[in-house]
């Protein structure tokens, strides 16, 4: 009765070897898939990286341009040629020339001259006050010379 097991039972090893290979195949599948989107993403960033770098010389071709043309207008002879011819522009005459004092700014009246100082007066020195007794009183006192406060009433 060997013979009638071997054919109602199926054999369960072959089965389980295909399951192992399907499931080794789609590691396999996924790994190579990956490996072609990584290689893919690696070309499109080489293209990117060499379309960077010709923008980039062609920047700085024309920077060298640009500085070349800049030195060109600074050329202090074209200036004074444009000056002189297009625009008429020459020296200054004598007489347009203003000449401004420490301070002073330019469109603005001069400053008025410090005004004259007076001369001090000076007072004589105080008298000493006149003692009548040992009190002294006020009314004793003599006002200084030079004609000193005024009293109240005095207008």
């Known amino acids: 009765m060997a013979g009638i097991d071997s054919v109602v039972r199926p054999d369960l090893g072959s089965r389980r070897g295909i399951g192992v290979g399907a499931f080794l195949l789609a590691l396999v599948t996924a790994g190579a898939m990956a490996h072609v989107g990584v290689r893919m993403k690696g070309i499109e960033v080489a293209y990117a990286l060499g379309r960077e770098r010709r923008i980039n010389t062609e920047l700085e071709e024309e920077r060298r341009r640009l500085n070349i043309e800049i030195g060109m207008l600074k050329d202090p002879v074209r200036v004074v040629s444009i000056a002189r011819d297009t625009l008429k522009m020459g020296p200054p005459a004598p007489a347009d020339i203003v000449r401004l004092r420490p301070g002073q700014i330019l469109g ?48």
């Open 108 to 155: 603005a009246r001069p400053a008025p001259p410090p005004p004259a100082r007076r001369p001090e007066r000076v007072l004589a020195p105080p008298r000493p006050a006149v003692r009548v007794g040992a009190v002294e009183s006020p009314a004793d006192v003599a006002p200084p010379a030079g004609g000193g406060a005024a009293a109240e009433g005095d207008e």
